[in-house]
């Protein structure tokens, strides 16, 4: 089950207006791997028919099944502060507890 909190609809949905995409869904996927765990995109989307689509937070999601199964219970959040400065973070109960190198990828 992927959820976003409040703040992070928000965003979203600021974004979708300042962005134009009406029309479009948020798209939710897994990318890479390798040393530094995994990677998550955001965006925004047309459905394709294998999408698996869900609501949560006032916001229609997709999702590929693959990303889904990997993905497991999720919890999208949007924070600001001064070391990192803005952006969304993604916490996942699948996430690698360890990193080991030698993964062969180039941010090792």
Do not use: W
């Amino acid at each position: 089950m992927v959820n976003f909190t409040e703040n992070a609809a928000k965003h979203i949905e600021n974004a979708r207006k300042s962005m134009k995409t009406e029309g479009k869904l948020v798209r939710l996927a897994v990318a890479g791997g390798g040393c530094t765990g995994r990677q998550y995109q955001l965006g925004f989307d047309a459905e394709n028919e294998t999408d698996i689509k869900f609501i949560t937070s006032g916001l229609t999601v997709l999702v590929d099944e693959r990303s889904l199964e990997i993905m497991g219970d999720m919890e999208v959040d949007f924070v600001e502060d001064s070391e990192t400065g803005r952006q969304f973070t993604f916490k996942s109960s699948e996430a690698p507890v360890d990193a080991v190198c030698g993964c062969g990828k180039d941010n090792c």
